[in-house]
């Protein structure tokens, strides 16, 4: 397979902007045409490559209005538990991820070419409606997490502190004026669609 880095003219600048980018570890923002149309791309470089991620306009994502962001709360615990886990798996290479999508219609491919059924699937259980812990969960990731960076080795984990009862919302809370819930909610970002 032919190297496809930049030859001649365009070598310079390119390695320029590699290595620049390299040694600031940050990205690019970029224009560039793909079929026929003027698209926006993320360049970062990887294994000393520059690389092409694409991305979306501002008109192509969706209103953040649109979206119904549901009004729970949730501990300081559960918080500090999911930036633990975020920790765990920030820097983890990214050769370790697979799109099982495709594995999985290259079988069926190849199953159909040699006349052959494909293997059935097992179809996941249907989302209950039940109560999850997550405090559990989030525990569970962070020690899997940890575990699989390790190489399967024993990872050291502390117990964080038992999540702390919810109860439903009082009902003070829920005579709360519309202005004042409006208000305490400004604080928040809004979430990407």
Do not use: C
């Amino acid at each position: 397979m032919p190297h496809l880095a930049a030859e001649g003219v365009a070598a310079k600048p390119y390695e320029l902007l590699r290595q620049a980018l390299e040694r600031s570890s940050k990205v690019a923002v970029a224009k560039f045409a793909m079929r026929d149309r003027e698209r926006l791309g993320l360049l970062r470089v990887l294994d000393e490559v520059i690389v092409l991620h694409g991305m979306r306009w501002p008109d192509e994502i969706r209103n953040p209005g649109q979206v119904d962001v549901p009004d729970v709360e949730v501990s300081d615990e559960e918080i500090d538990a999911a930036v633990a886990l975020a920790d765990t798996l920030s820097g983890r290479d990214i050769s370790d991820m697979h799109d099982e999508y495709r594995h999985a219609l290259e079988k069926l491919i190849e199953a159909k070419t040699a006349g052959t059924r494909p293997e059935p699937v097992e179809t996941p259980a249907p989302a209950s409606a039940e109560v999850v812990d997550l405090m559990a969960m989030l525990e569970k990731s962070v020690t899997e997490a940890m575990a699989s960076r390790t190489g399967g080795a024993e990872a050291t984990v502390h117990d964080l502190p038992a999540p702390k009862e919810t109860t439903r919302k009082t009902a003070a809370k829920k005579a709360m004026p519309k202005e004042a819930s409006v208000k305490k909610s400004a604080g928040r970002k809004p979430r990407s669609a």
